[in-house]
């Protein structure tokens, strides 16, 4: 009886301290920046604040509303959801590799939004990125 209870706060311990690691990494190294209101459906981004100034830099990313927006090392502007196609871990933009890369699972994708390598066999869901002066415009696409 004793192995038993001894064995199931083991058990319980670990369950708890999983839970706990698994929170922790839900969101990627890079601070966020989203601001208080908004939805995904048409909204802008003004560079000169110092909150998005980095996006004028190849690899740099932010999120905004429920987006990654990012510069990539092409210097394209892309904006995907933030969310891996897989299990909905959070997604991070790795200048180095110039990929998105899922925290979770290490699903990556392309500057593209297409599935580089999986376990995601799903492409990211692209929203059009437009500049005008230092004005940023996303929208969703079709």
């Not at 066999?121 to 059009?128: D, E, P, R, S, Y």
């Amino acid at each position: 009886m004793v192995t038993l209870g001894a064995g199931y706060l083991a058990v319980a311990g670990c369950m708890s301290a999983c839970k706990n690691k698994a929170a922790k990494t839900e969101e990627p190294v890079k601070a966020s920046a989203e601001p208080k209101a908004g939805s995904v459906v048409g909204f802008t981004i003004d560079l000169n604040d110092p909150q998005y100034a980095d996006l004028d830099k190849p690899g740099a990313y932010v999120y905004v509303n429920k987006l990654i927006i990012a510069r990539t090392n092409e210097g394209n502007l892309v904006a995907f959801g933030k969310k891996c196609t897989h299990q909905g871990g959070p997604l991070a933009y790795n200048a180095e590799s110039g990929l998105f890369q899922c925290s979770w699972h290490g699903s990556q994708f392309s500057g593209k939004g297409e599935v580089h390598r999986g376990p995601a066999k799903v492409n990211l869901k692209a929203h059009n990125v437009a500049k005008e002066a230092s004005t940023l415009t996303i929208t969703p696409k079709g």
